[in-house]
């Protein structure tokens, strides 16, 4: 395969490296590619800027994986929905083989607060507040693109390099919300690389999937195993840690029965690989 991720940061240049591993020729297309490593051709290239077309490379298969980069409306609107119609436009216009497959990386943000109650591919998304309206629409575009596409909606990402949680338990500062469980959702940034090189080639892909861990788990068991693993204070209650959170059990049922496996079932063997290797 020949193969564009478009905003190739910590998970693109993870399934980039993947990629070229198996003998893929890759690129990846960002604002500045200057710390790509050799095995991905880097394209310098701003998806927000004109002239875009001209920078595509002759690849069929392509993943949109670019972040907004600040938490504004404007932000989310440029890269999840600008972005979009500029990378889509410019397949289009380009010459060379047709893409064969698009991955939309999109975010289980879209959902909105259930409770806890378990969320899947089928659940409406939160028209309530921008972050799931711009994803929402950035979804529609690539699927009613015209091009093969198929969009994964990835829980937070852990890994290595991302180790704030860890610091924040090792220094005492995570705080446990005191109402009640509020439920994460996560994936290890190897497992949701690895889920979009499965997507990118798996035979007659369902539009939506959920890109998430077998073990949505409350917040406070995360930091009360991690202070375990880390030796750290036990975390504290606080009454103000439930606030701005959104509380959902995010389903992997869909993506599993695709036939894809974990090499991190949940975070309890992703941290104790990253604590292992000295995080
Ligand atoms: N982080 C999470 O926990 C999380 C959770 C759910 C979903 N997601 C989604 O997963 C995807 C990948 O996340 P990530 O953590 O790998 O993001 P990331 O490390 O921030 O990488 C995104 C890349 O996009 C590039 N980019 C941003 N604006 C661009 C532009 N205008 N033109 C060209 N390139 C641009 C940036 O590179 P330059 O600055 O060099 O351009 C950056 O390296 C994103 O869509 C994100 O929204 C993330």
């Known amino acids: 395969m020949k193969a564009l991720i478009a905003g190739c940061g910590y998970v693109g240049t993870e399934l980039g490296v993947q990629l ?9 297309l960002k604002r500045d590619p200057s710390t790509l490593p050799p095995e991905i051709h880097g394209i310098q290239a701003d998806l927000l800027a004109p002239g875009l077309t001209s920078r595509l490379p002759p690849v069929d298969g392509v993943v949109y994986a670019a972040s907004a980069g600040g938490s504004s409306p404007d932000a989310y609107q440029a890269i999840y929905v600008e972005g979009v119609k500029a990378i889509l436009a410019g397949l289009k216009e380009r010459e060379g083989p047709p893409v064969r497959r698009f991955v939309f990386v999109s975010s289980t943000g879209v959902y909105g607060d ?25 979804e529609a575009l690539v699927l009613e693109s015209g091009i093969p596409a198929t ?5 937070g990402i852990y890994g290595p390099g991302r180790t704030r949680l860890l610091e924040r338990v090792r220094e005492g500062q995570a705080r446990c919300p005191g109402d009640g469980p509020i439920w994460s959702n996560r994936i290890h ?3 949701a690389a690895r889920a979009i090189q499965h997507l990118l080639t798996l035979p007659a892909p369902k539009p939506i999937y959920l890109g998430v861990d077998d073990e949505p788990a409350p917040l406070c068991q995360v930091y009360r195993t991690l202070a375990g693993y880390l030796d750290a204070p036990e975390p ?19 993506l599993r029965a695709s036939g894809f496996s974990f090499t991190y079932p949940s975070f309890r063997e992703g941290y104790r690989a990253m604590i292992a290797d000295g995080a």
């Open 114 to 138: 259930s409770g806890g109650a378990w969320v899947d591919e089928e659940t409406p998304i939160d028209d309530q507040n921008f972050r799931s309206r711009f994803l929402g629409q950035g």
């Open 189 to 191: 940034r190897d497992d």
């Open 236 to 254: 504290v209650i606080d009454p103000d840690a439930s606030r701005r959170r959104s509380n959902k059990r995010c389903s992997n049922r869909r």
């Open 151 to 155: 969009v994964l909606r990835l829980g």
């Open 20 to 28: 070229a591993r198996e003998g893929h020729q890759v690129w990846g």
